[in-house]
């Protein structure tokens, strides 16, 4: 695999920055990080394998979409070249669409693969995840969002220093203007760092049910995860748990799918788990499609037992 000379990663959140950097490490010589923060955020990218930062004021009144230009001069004065890689994220799709924009080159959302030999190539999910399509970049610079666990973190060396930049604010031509920040009152949870997942659908028959589900959760040290009726339609989940192709990819060790019937907009979301358990009452459920292993069984039956076997 051919190494690009230099990869951009910028970020919107610490949490998913790891990542990233992890994954730039492995495809480029040189990784920048271009980031609004201060120098605590410089360090944490230092320590995770950047090489060096550009660091951009912190303005209360702009939103992260808005830091198009500044980061677009940056690109353009490195020489406009190689990969830039951001987290698959509302805030990031909307940068990369401008950034795209402004440095006149193609940008591919949710990419889940990444090829560097004569070219930058990559994978993404197509027809809402019925199918996988691969892109080639033309241009000498590719932007891309990159969907959750593509990439694994790898353990923080606080030895690792780099050089820091204090870049220049761009303000944009037509900036968005922020009147209101409101505190998320939902369940901050990342599906994509838990090692189990027991993700539920509408086979489950009242909000109230949940508990038994969350016991089992508890007996096997995993998150409780759902489908996307039962996050928007039903709204018995926080909206963060919702697994499928407009929500949480996953990469766990273990899935279980209980009460779901495998529709592929929410199994694409579980696709790449090393193990699937499926429970479902119905043996020709589509579910069972994606099963390692399955239990065709009433979940309000099987579930106590299973609970009762894992806590002996």
């Not at 761009?170 to 505190?183: D, F, G, I, N, Q």
């Not at 998150?223 to 949480?248: D, F, K, L, N, Q």
Request: charged fraction near 20%; charge should be neutral; glycine fraction near 8%.
């Amino acid at each position: 695999m051919s190494r690009l000379p230099c990869i951009f990663v910028i970020g919107d959140s610490a949490t998913k920055l790891p990542e990233l950097l992890a994954g730039a490490a492995g495809l480029g010589d040189k990784v920048c990080a271009l980031l609004p923060g201060e120098q605590s955020d410089a360090d944490l990218a230092f320590s995770h394998g950047a090489h060096s930062v550009y660091l951009f004021p912190v303005k209360k009144d702009v939103i992260f979409e808005d830091y198009a230009d500044s980061m677009a001069k940056v690109i353009s004065a490195a020489g406009g070249a190689g990969l830039v890689m951001l987290p698959s994220s509302k805030s990031s799709r909307c940068l990369a669409a401008k950034l795209a924009a402004k440095l006149k080159t193609a940008c591919v959302n949710d990419v889940e693969s990444i090829a560097t030999e004569g070219g930058v190539s990559v994978r993404h999910m197509v027809y809402g995840g019925m199918a996988f399509g691969t892109e080639k970049f033309k241009a000498s610079l590719a932007i891309i969002t990159v969907g959750n666990g593509v990439f694994e973190a790898a353990a923080p060396d606080a030895s690792q220093k780099g050089s820091v930049v204090t870049a220049e604010f761009v303000p944009p031509a037509k900036p968005l203007r922020l009147l209101e920040v409101r505190p998320n009152e939902s369940i901050s949870v990342d599906l994509s760092k838990a090692k189990r997942v027991v993700s539920i659908g509408r086979g489950l028959k009242a909000r109230e049910d949940l508990s038994i589900i969350e016991q089992l959760a508890t007996a096997v040290g995993a998150e409780v995860g759902c489908t996307r009726p039962v996050a928007e339609a039903e709204h018995w989940m926080e909206r963060e748990r919702y697994i499928g192709v407009s929500g949480v990819m996953l990469k766990n060790d273990v899935f279980v799918a209980i009460g779901l019937s495998g529709q592929i907009q929410h199994m694409v979301g579980a696709s790449a788990c090393k193990t699937i358990v499926v429970i479902n009452k119905d043996k020709n459920a589509p579910v069972f499609k994606f099963a390692d292993y399955g239990i065709v069984g009433d979940l309000y039956k099987v579930v106590p037992k299973m609970i009762e076997a894992f806590k002996a």
